[in-house]
């Protein structure tokens, strides 16, 4: 018990604690704020070393450190950290954001109080069309014309929707059954409180390309306004090694030592043994695989043999 | 390595077996169909035991077993069974039910596929009023003519709300955006598979009282009609211990014994001295708490000597 | 967007601000810290208004909210406050620990360090007998000069095994394999975040007088010492409803009903139909659900009319 | 409700339910042992489809989306497989095992039952050397004559340790307490149930060079043994897109452009101005992540510019 113990302090963020409770506003009327946080890049330093008070290392070092443990998915370093969030998002986006389990919630209630009235509206020239090549996905947008139109009619019906819903509590009708029918565009709010790793895993999945428009607009205010402040090093980190990079199949690596070797026939007999490559009236048509490779290669300004 | 082995089968329900598949309707359109499980109430006894293959003990002492396990909260076992579900449910439901995070689920999505065409409507005699002890609520029903009024109301506007997602479509938006004002009636389904000991936690609170009426009866078919065959002693265990059972504050233990022996000034002044009993222009006020501990003294007709 | 956000500081609880990396000492030569935290009891209530800025409430009026939750089980408002602890615990306790799956770890590792010299010794006083009544605990302490044997033992054997465990180091056996045979009675230490409902659990199991010593011991230490300063209300409101509580099941209050309104035969009879009462050559023999309830009787002075 | 529902059948693996029960040997007395499943192969793309009962598709559409998901990360449809395991294992090792924490675990108790006797043993030619590049690893092994030492020594300190836990049961020390000083090479037993995602994930962990032979030994077991007859399809994948698989960062995909484009001196540079190659003394030194890609570089026959 001779082990001696200096005072501490709590782990302090100056970036932070400036901007604490002040909104990030995100669509036209959600926003993010900063309520509280445990830990910054020091917290996973010292969490990986499990050794509290040896000193701080220099900068250089714990910069390394925390890139190995991205780089090699050591991640219970990571929920060291924690922070608790205040967001108001439309119940549709809610819908995929509370998917994420790990987390801590609680939200606005619609049984104990009468509905934020407030719904996302979609503007004239931001009706997305839907994707042809990704299923679930949209590209492109509406002309203005149309947009008109549907932002008009969407104007009219969420109004109406909230007239009867009011109606509804005018006649008495309780408030948990009152809601059934408010649009999935109507706005929630809520306390959402998640550690760093389980953090970076929802914005590496919801600032993807292919995520939502809107939750991935979240994701970003979150990423990029909020993480990139309070951890820097551990946010470079997820940027170096989860958002830009690339994973290989054991195939592309083969697929891709042929070619950088310059054996392109060989390349192109290892993707038809593969099942990825096919020759159809004399054409070689790539799967959906190898075209996910392809674009992979097109990144890296390497030419596919087979196109 | 001398230990020896017998070969085992599956757990196996024959009760189960019988209806896997077959729908339990709940609501106007919704279901609860199983799919598939792992155990039965001897796996619970089995994972106590952690000594498969010792033999089967008689039923009595299996029974006694799972029983001690339930009342003392031992509660690692039950988590050894595990149940997969199909379930319809409008997404007003699916929204609390989703707040289980101890859970697996695939749901059906609105990105990939057209919604599905389907809201629940409510019958004019099914429109509840708001509850005015308890909050977040309900209690009693509007008058029929009233709610003759706000269904047709319902059916004019659930009509319209498809209208216009299915014009959205045609316009060419993307499936994940025409969703945006979909009433939050509207149908989804999933499929959501959960170990036992996390089921009953879903069944005790959502089989409650306090539950929304259509959240109650999702879960009082799964506890009654599913849960009941799969693993009658823990079903009846978790009946006797979980749902009919009432705990006791210290300081209600206190009042109860006073009570019960006689010493009703004693019990006056105990609840005064806890802050729970005011004396009001001459009156005794019981606050929530107290009117809380009343009503499991009456449940036992036992006359609280303060009323 | 008209709202207005005042800047907010994070919760901060000068009790615990003071006593910050201090350890709390536990059995021979462990020890509880607090590294961090977010919230405080008014965090709690701030979750559970989910409206944030609303002007703060008179503590009175928090208190009660908070008393509320607990007694009803509202859980996830307690989430919203979270604490990183680092300890040092024997292995044996922490296998016991660990446990507890919702929570964030990171423990000294004896893979890449060489394991804390320190293993937890047992007085001559201390070496407990095993239960009789309780087939997984002890109750009272062997003899002094049996213990002085014990000690003496046990001392000579950690020598032995820490010495083996340094020669293997020296002949060059790799740490993650020299380990292996280290006792369990060796010191870890790790740091160990969780939310104040995953907490108040993991006290409520190891606070209990079924918990094995060693475990209840720094149990005790972070309820009364730790828990205690950071969110006091919550604290009393969880020993009220939690750890001095008592839940009757429905035939407990059966039974109770008619014992307080003393119908002692009609509490026999149904003692007996309910099989938790047999008569055997003349006696009454309670079975061990039923003993359970007559330690309830006896906290309330009530003596159990079968005895 | 007009929507007819199949009788369905539960998901049934001959290849596994032809071994339930029968141990796959591990180490010198572990054991992995199937209790029960729940789901096949088609249970993942059921739940991709959320669209039980449109028919079966053809293998080759059903193992193209299995591969899909795999290589998306779209992990949500392998958690609806599930898979009950009973499993003998060092303390040691369990150590390693229970840090997965969702998972169901029921373990044997040496409270409440005493301790297994069997303690794992090394073998005169198995004690590992001490890895020089990695800190926590192992490489080599000592010398059979040092190594016959060692295991005399450890064989002996085990009957030892077994000794002293005896006497002390004797004595009538309490279980709970007598454990205290049993090695962690002791052995444990446990049933440990998980969805097929999760067991994936640390089959990738625990499967990996890096992790420590016995568990690895375990995970191979499980892997290649179990998950390869249960869920072939997604074996499969899970081979092609984890396990073989290779992630390059940003900087990465640069050096790898300019070497296969051969501009040696571009990727020199670019390395320099990332930092992870300086210049010494005239010689090029690689830090270690640059190290870790000369590692990907040479499993595809292309030497660094640099060495």
């Given at each position: 018990m001779e082990r001696q113990f200096e005072t501490i302090e709590r782990a302090k963020v100056n970036e932070i604690d400036e901007i604490l409770g002040q909104p990030f506003y995100v669509l036209d009327d959600g926003f993010v704020r900063i309520i509280d946080y445990i830990g910054d890049d020091s917290s996973i330093v010292q969490a990986a070393r499990?050794?509290?008070?040896k000193g701080t290392k220099k900068l250089r070092q714990d910069r390394g450190l925390i890139r190995y443990l991205m780089r090699h998915h050591h991640t219970t370093p990571f929920e060291m950290c924690e922070i608790k969030l205040h967001v108001r998002v439309p119940m549709d986006t809610w819908r995929q954001w509370i998917r994420h389990r790990t987390a801590n919630v609680n939200e606005y209630s619609t049984r104990y109080s009468v509905a934020i009235d407030a719904a996302y509206q979609t503007n004239p020239d931001a009706w997305r069309t839907q994707g042809t090549d990704n299923r679930q996905g949209s590209e492109g947008v509406l002309q203005q014309n149309t947009g008109e139109t549907l932002s008009r009619q969407e104007q009219t019906f969420q109004n109406q929707a909230r007239t009867i819903y009011n109606e509804r509590l005018e006649q008495g009708v309780a408030r948990e059954q009152a809601?059934?029918?408010?649009?999935?565009?109507t706005y929630t709010e809520a306390y959402w409180k998640i550690d760093l790793h389980n953090l970076l895993h929802f914005l590496r999945l919801r600032m993807?390309?292919?995520?939502q428009y809107e939750i991935r607009t979240y994701a970003k205010t979150i990423g990029e306004q909020i993480v990139r402040r309070w951890t820097p090093i551990a946010w470079e980190a997820f940027h170096d090694y989860r958002m830009t990079s690339a994973a290989f199949s054991k195939m592309e690596l083969d697929l891709l030592k042929a070619i950088t070797g310059g054996k392109d026939e060989q390349a192109i007999e290892l993707a038809k043994s593969n099942g990825v490559l096919k020759e159809k009236e004399g054409q070689l048509k790539p799967n959906l695989e190898l075209r996910e490779f392809e674009a992979k290669l097109k990144s890296m300004q390497i030419k596919p043999p087979w196109s």
């Open positions: 499990v050794s509290y008070g809601r059934k029918d408010l649009p999935l565009s993807d390309d292919h995520a």
